[in-house]
Nanobody, 115 residues
Framework: QVQLVESGGGLVQPGGSLRLSCAAS????????MAWYRQVPGKERDLVAS???????SYAGAMKGRCTISGDNAENTVYLQMNSLHPEDADVYYC?????????WGQGTQVTVSS
């Protein structure tokens, strides 16, 4: 069974940066392509970035060019470094496999961008 716990969100000023972390447990995790998603309440979750176990990355959406996904296989952790944040980047950010697995969704971490 895979359990994912996101952290690192918070309040940041426009133009600021945040580093999100996703700590994973469970042996199945080691074979998964992992990703970060974002969601405004009431809307679907959108893909932000993904990474394979080999380190290949891909990006999507408005954060493309302003974020970097990385992983630490030894620590079973996936990171999302977000830079030059805009107020419209404010969302709840989640990690999951790609494609997402329903039972893997965690609580997410709230990102707020405001002066």
């Amino acid at each position: 069974q895979v359990q994912l716990v996101e952290s690192g969100g918070g309040l940041v000023q426009p133009g600021g940066s945040l580093r999100l972390s996703c700590a994973a447990s469970g042996s199945t995790f080691k074979s998964l392509r992992m990703a970060w998603y974002r969601q405004v309440p009431g809307k679907e979750r959108d893909l932000v970035a993904s990474i394979t176990k080999g380190g290949s990355t891909s990006y999507a959406g408005a954060m493309k060019g302003r974020c970097t996904i990385s992983g630490d296989n030894a620590e079973n952790t996936v990171y999302l470094q977000m830079n030059s944040l805009h107020p419209e980047d404010a969302d709840v950010y989640y990690c999951n496999a790609q494609p997402a697995v329903l039972r893997y969704w965690g609580q997410g971490t709230q990102v707020t961008v405001s002066s």
